[in-house]
């Protein structure tokens, strides 16, 4: 804490003693260095406590079941047999490409429905924006567990329990996406569709020649959220389908930890498989992520 | 597709115009923006009518309804809120939501905060230490739950062996009711933190350089400069992190508690959240988890008028 935000280039000490400095900066300098050890030794520790939950999934999954539940740190002898077991006894495969179509298919139309209803709230006038603005905005808070039963009751009115669209259709709307993408638009300058207005281009072609290309950095890392947020999703699919082979990648591991009580080894080894594409992702997106966060915190 | 030929057409008649009457010019274009506007929100609006108005307001509409397993209804008009009144577990699961309301809110406060102004530091690997903090949020709450109940399990567990070798001998962290809803915080800020670090981060990363340079050289120390700068100047990311991390410790959870206790043991760490739906999907009780839930979419609704008029319509900076 004590130096913040010194603005010392942190390699000062490595850098030879060149020009004379004041005493006073070097003490500054030298007590730098020991807090900075002491916040690296802080850091590493609360870092490797917080991802020891997950080092410890990924051993077990490797480890026998004889092993599995002993404190061992590494297995003694790591054997893949747990992974061939879950990808046999269960179609675990096709989870994962259930709920990587359906993450996708999300994604992709929430955010083209969302950056053209931002683009309309932010860049278009007409009687009645703030009133529509408002609207979306009050729905902002209002997740789908909160309204779990009276969606599942609709879209059980409209025939689509059991069905991709079931899992797919509900999950596209949210005011959020909306409402990040209306903060983006808003702080474009205005003359950028002054040129192409007077041409006389329509405002699709605005959108998708103008606006769409300068989202680009927003929409991806919106996607990144997005698509995160629908390969984790349980408790939707798990109410609205049955059917084994809808299954998606989150229920068919809490089903099978149902089916296998105990047996740890399997349960991790399915359970690494189903983070494995998430810690991906977040390893190869992570600036995205970062980025989607900040925004959403309205900055 | 229509609309794009028709405001297309517009435009050029729009161009042909343009060196003639201004104000007819003007009105052909608001006419051409309100008819865009119109097709550019039709998607959404569409949707979120369908897929969120009708069911807040379905919400309220159900509760006054007794629906069975085969979809019947059965009008019944506040019979499901007289209900609620003497329910004492639904009053149960209102308590356990606001114990875990006041445990988590204020640990992810600080813990958030904390990590911020550690990983704001420049020390070596701060990446891969921000990285590392910041993992748990991105996985599923499903394999959340199952690696704590792998490392919460009774004996064989990691975390119980470490308990006994502290000296506490056969703690059942998930099989005690006084010790289960503590574990579900923890879990939860565990992997909550470091969403509220990232957020915390962006706003230490706005407060000016300088203001630290002036009190350093007013002779403010640490802890001074933290209470007379820092925390007000964070006020607005403060008030954010409060605000979502209320919500989502409302109306989240359920996954996690669903996976990891469900909802157990003898009903300590039942959420509202996972007594509605329990309500409605183990007991098939859906007109009266409808009317409990449609008074959480009325607070919710409360909650997003209040954070509309104090941030004036989501503005959450200072100016």
């Known amino acids: 804490m004590t130096d913040t935000l010194t603005g010392t280039p942190p390699r000062d000490d490595a850098a030879a003693p060149a020009p004379p400095r004041p005493v006073c900066t070097r003490r500054t300098d030298r007590r730098w260095t020991r807090s900075k050890v002491a916040l690296l030794v802080l850091g590493i520790v609360l870092g490797l406590l917080t991802i020891f939950p997950l080092l410890w999934m990924v051993s077990g999954s490797f480890k026998t079941a004889a092993e599995v539940n002993s404190a061992t740190l590494l297995p003694s002898a790591p054997t893949l047999d747990n992974y061939?077991?879950?990808?046999?006894?269960?179609?675990?495969?096709?989870?994962?490409?259930?709920?990587f179509f359906i993450s996708a298919t999300i994604t992709v139309l929430a955010l083209w429905f969302h950056s053209m209803a931002a683009y309309a709230l932010a860049r278009l006038k007409f009687r009645g924006r703030d009133t529509i603005f408002l609207l979306i905005f009050s729905t902002l808070l209002v997740s789908l567990p909160v309204i779990l039963i009276p969606t599942f009751v609709v879209v059980r009115a409209l025939g689509l329990v059991d069905s991709y669209a079931g899992l797919i259709v509900p999950a596209i709307f949210n005011a959020f996406g909306i409402f990040l993408l209306r903060q983006f638009y808003v702080s474009l300058p205005a003359e950028l569709e002054e040129a192409a207005l007077v041409d006389g281009a329509s405002y699709w072609r605005i959108y998708r020649s103008v606006i769409l290309p300068l989202s680009k950095p927003i929409l991806s890392a919106l996607?990144?959220?997005?698509?995160?947020?629908?390969?984790?999703?349980?408790?939707?699919?798990?109410?609205?389908?049955?059917?084994?082979?809808?299954?998606?990648?989150?229920?068919?591991?809490?089903?099978?930890?149902?089916?296998?009580?105990?047996d740890w080894n399997y349960v991790l080894a399915a359970a690494t498989v189903a983070a494995l594409p998430t810690l991906l992702i977040f390893f190869f997106f992570q600036r995205q992520i970062v980025e989607s966060i900040k925004n959403a915190g309205f900055k | 597709m229509s609309a794009?030929?028709?405001?297309r057409t517009a435009g050029r008649a729009r161009a042909g115009t343009a060196g003639g009457n201004a104000s007819v010019g003007k009105a052909a274009q608001e006419r051409r923006q309100r008819r865009a506007a119109f097709w550019f929100l039709l998607p959404d609006s569409l949707g979120l009518l369908v897929f969120v108005a009708v069911p807040m307001v379905l919400a309220?509409?159900?509760?006054?309804?007794?629906?069975?397993?085969?979809?019947?209804?059965?009008?019944?008009?506040?019979?499901?809120?007289?209900?609620?009144?003497?329910?004492?577990?639904?009053?149960?699961?209102?308590?356990?939501?606001?114990?875990?309301?006041?445990?988590?809110?204020?640990?992810?406060?600080?813990?958030?905060?904390?990590?911020?102004?550690?990983?704001?530091?420049k020390i070596p690997f701060v990446g891969a230490i921000r990285s590392m903090l910041f993992v748990p949020y991105v996985i599923s709450l499903v394999v959340v739950a199952m690696v704590w109940e792998f490392m919460l399990g009774d004996r064989?567990?990691?975390?119980?062996?470490?308990?006994?070798?502290?000296?506490?001998?056969?703690?059942?962290?998930?099989?005690?009711?006084?010790?289960?809803?503590?574990?579900?915080?923890?879990?939860?800020v565990w992997f909550q933190m470091g969403y509220y670090m990232v957020i915390f981060l962006a706003g230490l990363q706005d407060i000016p350089?300088?203001?630290?340079?002036?009190?350093r050289i007013d002779g403010a120390g640490a802890w001074q400069r933290f209470r007379a700068i820092t925390l007000p100047l964070l006020r607005p990311t403060s008030f954010f992190v409060i605000i979502t991390a209320t919500v989502s410790v409302i109306t989240g959870g359920l996954d996690l508690v669903f996976v990891l206790t469900g909802g157990g043991p003898a009903g300590s760490t039942t959420l509202l959240i996972f007594y509605i739906y329990e309500q409605a999907f183990l007991?098939?009780?859906?007109?009266?988890?409808?009317?409990?839930?449609?008074?959480?979419?009325?607070?919710?609704?409360?909650?997003?008028?209040?954070?509309?008029a104090v941030t004036r319509g989501g503005r959450f900076d200072n100016d």
Do not use: H, K
Not at chain 2, 99 to 117: H, K, N, Q, S
Not at chain 2, 160 to 174: K, M
Not at chain 2, 209 to 215: I, N
């Open chain 1, 223 to 262: 996607a990144v959220f997005f698509f995160l947020a629908n390969w984790n999703a349980f408790v939707w699919p798990l109410t609205i389908t049955s059917d084994p082979d809808l299954r998606v990648v989150q229920l068919g591991i809490a089903t099978f930890q149902q089916q296998y009580v105990g």
């Open chain 2, 156 to 188: 064989t567990g990691v975390l119980s062996r470490v308990a006994a070798s502290l000296g506490f001998e056969n703690v059942s962290f998930l099989g005690e009711p006084s010790l289960a809803l503590g574990t579900v915080v923890v879990v939860t």
């Open chain 2, 283 to 308: 007991f098939g009780e859906l007109g009266y988890a409808a009317a409990i839930g449609s008074v959480l979419v009325l607070v919710m609704l409360a909650w997003s008028a209040l954070m509309f």
């Open chain 2, 60 to 121: 309220v509409v159900l509760g006054f309804f007794r629906i069975d397993g085969f979809g019947s209804f059965q009008f019944i008009g506040v019979g499901n809120y007289v209900r609620m009144a003497g329910d004492p577990q639904f009053w149960s699961s209102v308590r356990i939501t606001l114990l875990y309301l006041v445990g988590v809110v204020p640990a992810i406060f600080v813990v958030g905060l904390g990590l911020a102004l550690l990983v704001q530091q």
């Open chain 2, 4 to 7: 794009v030929t028709v405001s």
């Open chain 2, 209 to 215: 350089g300088e203001y630290y340079e002036a009190a």
């Open chain 1, 84 to 99: 061939r077991y879950v990808f046999t006894e269960v179609p675990f495969l096709r989870y994962m490409l259930n709920s």
